[in-house]
């Protein structure tokens, strides 16, 4: 696959983060892992109407 450098490198970031105790940020990149990994695993990108919330109300 031709993302796969883009998980990779997300799961270092999560695992850096459970690492040095930063629960928030760990929170966040298990998040953006499950995005990454659905957006990735389809042929074409997701439109607005097939994205779902993953952003927090400011």
Sequence with gaps: M???WLIEAII??????QS???PALREQLDLTLQVAQLETAQEQPCDQSD???YQQSE
């Design 51 to 53: 994205r779902h919330d």
């Design 12 to 17: 270092d970031l999560r695992t850096y983060a």
């Design 20 to 22: 040095n105790d930063l």
């Design 2 to 4: 031709a993302h796969d």
